[in-house]
C-alpha cells in the first residue's frame, strides 16, 4: 500500500511538472505566433508598396517589350509570363520580378 501511495505522489509531482512545461510551451508559442503574425503584416505592406511601385513603371511600358519579357521569362521559367495581363496595367505588375 505504501509502494502505491509513492507511486501516485511520483505521478502527481510528474503531470504537475509536465502541466508547468506545458504552460511555459503554450506561452512561447503565442510569443512566436505574435512575432510571425507581425512579420507577415510587414510583407504583406512591402508587397503592396511594391505592387504599386511595379504598376507604376509597367504602365509605361510599350507591349512589344512585355511581349519580348514574357518569351525571355518563358524560357527562363523565373516569372510568370505577362501576355495575360497585356491589358490589364494593374495585372502587369504582378508578374514583373523582384529585383
Do not use: F, H, N
Request: with cysteine; aromatic share 2%.
Amino acid at each position: 500500500m505504501l509502494d502505491a501511495m509513492e507511486r501516485r505522489e511520483a505521478a502527481e509531482a510528474r503531470r504537475s511538472e509536465l502541466a508547468t512545461e506545458q504552460a511555459s510551451v503554450a506561452e512561447q508559442a503565442a510569443g512566436l505566433t505574435a512575432k510571425r503574425d507581425a512579420a507577415l503584416e510587414e510583407i504583406g505592406e512591402q508587397e503592396a508598396k511594391a505592387q504599386a511601385a511595379r504598376t507604376a513603371v509597367a504602365a509605361d511600358v510599350p507591349a512589344d517589350v512585355l511581349a519580348l519579357y514574357d518569351g525571355s521569362a518563358r524560357s527562363r521559367g523565373s516569372a510568370r509570363p505577362c501576355s495575360a495581363a497585356a491589358g490589364a496595367k494593374a495585372a502587369i505588375s504582378r508578374c514583373i520580378p523582384w529585383t
